[in-house]
């Protein structure tokens, strides 16, 4: 009797199953290679094997309103990835390369963020740190469902999208998006977002370090750090951790 399959889990990392066989094979995927343009060499990759991850693009950290303009910091810097972003990432989709957030959004009792987490963002206890309201708008400082931790209006996320809360500047700390990318099958990582030399370096390290290929999109990344974080952070992507390209290079091999 020719028993019907059935799909366990996500391709490409999917089984076929019935009563009386498993079939673990896991069909192939058909490559998309191309060559890009980075600032150190040509890159071979394969676009079936990519994602990108957007990092912290959210109101607290972009928006006027939000929690770093309110400590005094100028954020038009981390408004620039908007546009790149946005012409970028419709492209990436039709080529099916998810579009992952990777956004700061703590618990409400924040149980899992320790008092030295607590210390870098509010360091007197005084101020205005991790959970507490903004005097402006009483939205909570980057809490998981608030105005404070969305993604900026103008960046549309879309229901294939993937989004992955994080607690520390790593987005694989204590996240489930190392196991989201090896169900996807997914080797090839861009990454985007603020800060350039925080959020967006440690991910990207992490990445690294777990054998992820890590390619850094300038114009989609940023920083309101001084211009020298900037820069090292562009060094040592390059020295160390993978390459560096921009929005243009990704969309001329994508079209």
Same mark, same amino acid.
């Given at each position: +009797?020719?028993?019907?399959?059935?799909?366990?889990?996500?391709?490409?990392?999917?089984?076929?199953?019935?009563?009386?066989?498993?079939?673990?094979t *896991?069909?192939? &995927?058909?490559?998309q290679?191309?060559?890009?343009?980075?600032?150190?060499?040509? &890159?071979?990759?394969?676009l079936?094997?990519a994602?990108? !991850? &957007?990092?912290? +693009?959210?109101?607290?950290?972009c928006?006027?309103?939000?929690?770093?303009?309110?400590?005094? #910091?100028?954020?038009?810097?981390?408004?620039?990835?908007?546009?790149?972003?946005?012409?970028?990432?419709?492209?990436l *989709?039709?080529?099916?390369?998810?579009?992952?957030? &990777?956004?700061?959004?703590?618990?409400?009792?924040?149980?899992?963020?320790?008092?030295?987490? @607590?210390?870098?963002?509010?360091?007197?206890?005084?101020?205005?740190?991790?959970?507490?309201? @903004? =005097?402006?708008?009483?939205?909570?400082?980057? +809490?998981?469902?608030?105005?404070?931790?969305?993604?900026v209006d103008?960046?549309?996320?879309?229901p294939?999208?993937i989004?992955v809360d994080?607690? *520390?500047m790593?987005?694989?700390?204590?996240?489930? !998006?190392?196991?989201?990318?090896?169900?996807?099958?997914?080797?090839t990582?861009?990454?985007?977002?603020?800060?350039?030399?925080?959020? #967006?370096m440690?991910?990207?390290c992490?990445?690294?370090?777990?054998?992820?290929?890590?390619?850094?999109?300038k114009?989609?990344?940023?920083?309101?750090? =001084?211009?020298?974080?900037?820069?090292?952070?562009?060094?040592?992507?390059?020295?160390?951790?993978?390459?560096?390209?921009d929005?243009?290079?990704i969309?001329?091999?994508?079209?």
């Amino acid at each position: +009797m020719n028993l019907p399959f059935r799909t366990l889990g996500v391709a490409p990392n999917a089984w076929t199953v019935n009563h009386a066989i498993a079939d673990i094979t *896991r069909p192939p &995927v058909t490559p998309q290679r191309v060559i890009l343009t980075t600032e150190t060499k040509e &890159v071979r990759l394969d676009l079936a094997k990519a994602a990108i !991850l &957007v990092i912290d +693009m959210q109101n607290d950290f972009c928006h006027p309103d939000g929690w770093l303009s309110h400590i005094g #910091v100028d954020v038009k810097p981390a408004r620039q990835p908007i546009e790149p972003l946005k012409n970028l990432l419709p492209e990436l *989709r039709a080529a099916g390369v998810p579009v992952i957030w &990777v956004n700061w959004g703590n618990r409400p009792d924040l149980l899992n963020i320790s008092a030295a987490s @607590l210390h870098v963002y509010n360091p007197t206890g005084e101020g205005v740190g991790l959970g507490d309201p @903004l =005097p402006a708008n009483g939205e909570l400082v980057l +809490m998981a469902g608030s105005w404070a931790a969305a993604v900026v209006d103008e960046l549309e996320q879309l229901p294939e999208d993937i989004t992955v809360d994080k607690y *520390r500047m790593s987005g694989f700390w204590d996240t489930p !998006l190392d196991s989201i990318l090896r169900n996807l099958g997914k080797t090839t990582l861009f990454f985007a977002g603020v800060n350039a030399d925080q959020c #967006v370096m440690t991910t990207l390290c992490d990445a690294n370090f777990l054998g992820y290929d890590c390619v850094l999109v300038k114009d989609c990344t940023a920083t309101t750090s =001084p211009e020298y974080c900037w820069l090292a952070t562009l060094y040592n992507v390059k020295q160390c951790f993978g390459f560096v390209t921009d929005s243009q290079a990704i969309l001329k091999v994508l079209k």
